[in-house]
């Protein structure tokens, strides 16, 4: 059976610059649909590289990230078949994108550099996110936070 559901994934963000510094528009790179469904903002900052949040599931939730500073890396997961849709993203503030994580996915991320700055977007409230929140172990889809060697 053929899923039907949106996956997570990256969008890719313009980004200008010039002598006086840079602009990274996001709201251009998101439909009119989502972007008027955001209903909370919020800045989450890691001190320290390998620091791991999640993992959140929602139902209903739909959550875009974008690093304003630093890199992490990024996880959605499936829980109904976690081996065959799961996705990996990384953003630094070098490459700017935003990962969108519609519902149904289990996500979390892991700073890959100090002082990493985590802005995201959100189409629940916080007393919604709350009552549709169910967290599972980090490491219970096995080691997906190693970093490759290349």
């Known amino acids: 059976m053929e899923r039907t559901m949106p996956r997570p994934e990256l969008v890719e963000l313009e980004f ?6 840079y602009l990274v528009p996001m709201s ?3 439909s ?3 972007n008027s469904a955001v209903k909370r903002t919020y800045i989450v900052g890691n001190f320290g590289k390998g620091v791991i949040r999640g993992m959140h599931f929602h139902k209903k939730e739909t959550k875009i990230f974008y690093i304003a500073h630093g890199a992490a890396k990024f996880v959605g997961i499936n829980p109904d078949s976690p081996e065959d849709d799961r996705h990996v993203f990384v953003l630094s503030d070098k490459k700017p994108g935003m990962v969108i994580i519609p519902p149904g996915y289990a996500n979390g991320w892991m700073s890959l550099a100090d002082d990493t700055i985590l802005v995201a977007l959100s189409t629940s409230s916080f007393e919604e996110s709350a009552k549709d929140d169910k967290r599972y172990d980090p490491y219970q889809w096995g080691d997906i936070w190693s970093l490759k060697a290349r």
């Open 28 to 30: 251009n790179s998101l």
């Open 16 to 21: 200008y610059s010039d002598e006086r510094g």
């Open 32 to 34: 009119p649909e989502m």
